[in-house]
């Protein structure tokens, strides 16, 4: 069975720096389609940052020139780096897995926390 596991969450002061990673196994990771998503309190789940099999990326405005998203495939490990953290990027993050060969393979890690506050 296909599992995302993510790391790299915590608390951290407004200004500082993340970086999160989430590591799959069982899968054809370099095959697959790779997002960040987050959830704040009281809010829908929102795509954060994006980056196809090819390597090709994209950002949520608010994030764009803050926040990068990159694929080790040798490790199969996605990360986001999170630069000039604000309280607005208070959320759970939780990466994503998609591939569609026939049908749509689409899978979630469990989400990890984090909190900008000072």
């Known amino acids: 069975q296909v599992q995302l596991a993510e790391s790299g969450g915590g608390l951290v002061q407004p200004g500082g720096s993340l970086r999160l990673a989430c590591v799959g196994s069982?899968?054809?990771?370099?095959?697959?389609?790779l997002h960040w998503y987050r959830q704040a309190p009281g809010k829908q789940r929102e795509l954060v940052a994006s980056?196809?099999?090819?390597?090709?990326?994209s950002y949520v405005e608010s994030v764009k020139g803050r926040f990068t998203i990159s694929r080790d495939n040798a490790k199969n490990t996605l990360y986001l780096e999170m630069n000039s953290l604000n309280p607005e990027d208070t959320a759970v993050y939780y990466c994503?897995?998609?591939?569609?060969?026939?049908?749509?393979?689409?899978?979630w890690g469990q989400g990890t926390q984090v909190t900008v506050s000072s």
């Open positions: 994503n897995a998609k591939l569609i060969v026939g049908r749509l393979y689409d899978y």
């Open positions: 069982r899968m054809t990771f370099n095959m697959y389609d």
């Open positions: 980056i196809t099999e090819g390597g090709t990326t």
